[in-house]
Nanobody, 120 residues
């Protein structure tokens, strides 16, 4: 059973960089059947796809967040990370990592999510 778990600080100050890690267990990231995503949900709003990293290491970002977002992977640890720079209170959200299935372009496994609050 594949499991994903987000981890990182729950509070970040404005203008700083938000950094989160997703640890994947029960399956390897080293397969070209899947891609690895970050999604967020601000309070009272819908889900927003932020970006993804594919098997070959290629990254894809939401146009609205591209300038502030970096997704990386650490295959030896079966982890991938999210960095979001220059955060504001509008970046307060529950952040999720999820596995995407290339053949169906759907996400089949999600982490439970972690709340990150941006506040002085």
């Amino acid at each position: 059973q594949v499991q994903l778990q987000e981890s990182g600080p729950g509070l970040v100050k404005p203008s700083q960089t938000l950094s989160l890690t997703c640890t994947v267990s029960g399956g390897s990231m080293l397969t070209n059947d899947y891609y690895w995503n970050w999604i967020r949900q601000p309070p009272g709003k819908g889900l927003e796809w932020m970006g993804a990293i594919a098997y070959g290491g290629n990254t894809y970002y939401s146009p609205s967040l591209r300038s502030r977002t970096t997704i990386s992977r650490y295959t030896s640890k079966n982890q991938f990370t999210l960095q979001l720079s220059s955060v504001t209170p509008e970046d307060t959200a529950v952040y999720y990592c999820a596995r995407g299935v290339i053949i169906s372009w759907s996400m089949d496994y999600w982490g439970k999510g972690t709340l990150v609050t941006v506040s002085p």
